[in-house]
């Protein structure tokens, strides 16, 4: 018993860590996840990098995308940081 009440402050403090810091960071990189996954021709998007483009073409793990200028560039889908729909 006496053992149990000194790790109850390690305890809680592990549970107190878990939900401020550990699930909110899994919740958002489910999100990011999601996002790279739903990304069709004709998006908007941000790069990680800040470039703004449109997408062209979607592959399994690339994305072709068209700038302002109208220059094809290809990307990794995990540069994409925001898509504007």
């Known amino acids: ?6 790790l109850a402050p390690i305890i809680l403090m592990f549970v107190i860590f878990y939900f401020l810091l550990i699930r909110p960071q899994q919740k958002r990189q489910k999100q ?20 703004h483009a449109t997408v062209h073409a979607v592959d399994e ?5 068209i700038t302002e200028g109208g220059s094809k560039l290809t990307y990794d889908r995990s540069a994409i940081r925001d898509v504007n729909r």
């Open 61 to 65: 793990n690339t994305v072709v995308l």
């Open 32 to 51: 990011v996840r999601e996002m790279q996954e739903s990304l069709q021709k004709g998006d908007t998007i941000v790069t990680i990098g800040g470039l």
């Open 1 to 6: 018993m006496e053992m149990l009440i000194s």
